[in-house]
Structures are given as C-alpha cells and as structure tokens.
DNA sequence: GTAAACCTGTGAGTTAGACACAGGTCAATC
DNA sequence: GATTGACCTGTGTCTAACTCACAGGTTTAC
C-alpha cells in the first residue's frame, strides 16, 4: 500500500503520513525499483494507533516513546499513564486561558460597536485597542 | 533605551522585543559606534500596542497590517473589526475543540483507572488506547 | 509514440518566539 | 594602564506538526 491509498483509508493527508515517516514513527519498506514506500498491514495498524493517540492530544514524541516501550516488549501503559497525566494539565490550562481570551473578545466586540472608526493621532495607533486595553471592564 | 531595558519595562523577554525587531514591527536606530539599537519612545509606544493587540489574539502578521493602515495616515479601525471577526472564529473553534478534548481525555483516565497494564501482544500496542478509541463512550 | 493525469520523495516554509554563542561594554580592581 | 568578571548585544539556529512547492517518475488514453 502507497502512501496516498494509506492516507485515503485512514482518513488523513498523503502529507501526515510523510510526516510520520520521516521523523521515524513509521517504517515503511522501499521498494527497491520505485523508490516509492510500501506500508505493512503492521505499519497500517501503527498509524491507526498514532491517529488514536493524537486524538487523545499525545504529541509525535509521546508517541515515539510509547512505541519504544512496546517494541521492547514492555508494557507501554504506565509510560501512557504518566503522560496523559502532563497532557490534561495542558488541556486544562489552554481551556481556561481560552475561556479568559474569548470573554475578553467579546468584551471588546461589544464595546466597539458603538464607536466611531478615528485615525491614527499622536500616539494612539488604534483608538479601539489602545482604550480597551485600558479599561479591561 | 536598549532592549533589555525596553523588555523589562514592559514586561516581555528581550527575545521578545528582538523578535518584533527582526520582522519590522519595530524598527529602532541603529548606534553607528556600538550597533546597538535604541528604541525610541515612539518605539516603546508601537510595543505596548503590540502587546495589547497580541492580548486580543491578534496574530503578528495582523498587528502589520494595521500599522501598515495607520502609518499612511489611514484609520486602522475598519481593519481591526475584520481581523478581530476572524479571530473570534477561530478561538470559539478552538475553545469548543478544547472543550471537548479535555472531555473525551476525562472520560479515559476515569476509564482506565480499573484497567491492568499489559505488555503488547499482536496488533495491539497499547489496549488502553486501543480500547478507548473503538469504545469512544 | 506521445500527451495528460496522477503519483512520488525531498526540501523548504509556517508561528511566535526561545536558546546558544561569539564577541562587545562597563565598572572595579590591581 | 591593564585586567578581570559581570553583563549585555546581535545573529543564527531550533522548536511542533504538519503544509506547500517542485522536479521528476508512472500510468492510462489515444
């Protein structure tokens, strides 16, 4: 299976799949009078897995380590356990500052709807974000 | 004033301010004896609306535009209330992928919680992962 | 045989800075 | 005056997770 036909099945860019190949996740083998790359049943299930832990928010180097532990035998589930842990602090500080930044766009949308465009004057660039700015309420 | 002195003022790393410096959204004189470069109080100005905008989500690229607008003595305004639209689009998308990220990795952590770890067998990498992904409730 | 459509791998570009580093500057000491 | 050490500078390179550009190979239709 080619890149593209992997891609397709899958559900993802040609590109990803690049991607995921060139930085050493998957390994697929070279035909020899192509040059093109031939992907697995194995190296198919292994991008399903990838794709499944990116949906969880794994990053690429998470991955790299788990598939390091499983492909030493070990067990990859403590490995996992610890780093969702990291991943779901992330998450949540990202959801919180998200929750900060929209109110505070929608603070300043509101605000502005009531006045007038001015242009640039002295030092006040825009005077829509250098007010807001100073009357955060 | 020199970078440092600037960044501290402000609040940011001088990284920061070089950075700003390196694309053009500054653009400080240039010591002929020391190469060094000094940044204006109007310069100083043009960083504190950088950060305010930057504070409204507002990408660097954006912010360039808007300086481009007002140093040709153009109001910014019209500018600013199409790039915030699209801006607000984009953090209420990653607000409710956010949402649900942390929702669906709440969901396997209290799941996996009773799970055993287990080494790797087959096509199975990790079964925590897998499990989770084919039963996604 | 040839033309067009399609596919490939590789190299470079993207955001918003952070980091590394060779060298310049300045005050304090000898 | 020379020198040490602390501090500062600009520039070049690196990051994550891809996406885009592109030169060239392959396949199919005629």
Redesign the interface.
Known sequence: MHVRQLAKMLGVSPDTVRYYTRIGLLEPQKSIENGYKFYSP?EQ??LR?IL??R???FSVDDIKQ??HK?DE??????T??RL?DN??HE??Q??QD??R??A???T??EN?GGK?????SG?V??????E??KTPE
């Open positions: 194995n299930n292994r897995f499944s832990a949906d969880l928010s788990i598939f499983a035998g070990e067990s990859p589930c403590p996992v356990r969702i991943r779901l998450t949540e990202r959801f998200t929750l930044l929209r505070r766009m929608h300043a949308v502005w007038p465009d001015k242009k640039p030092n660039i825009c005077h829509l974000i250098d807001f700015t």
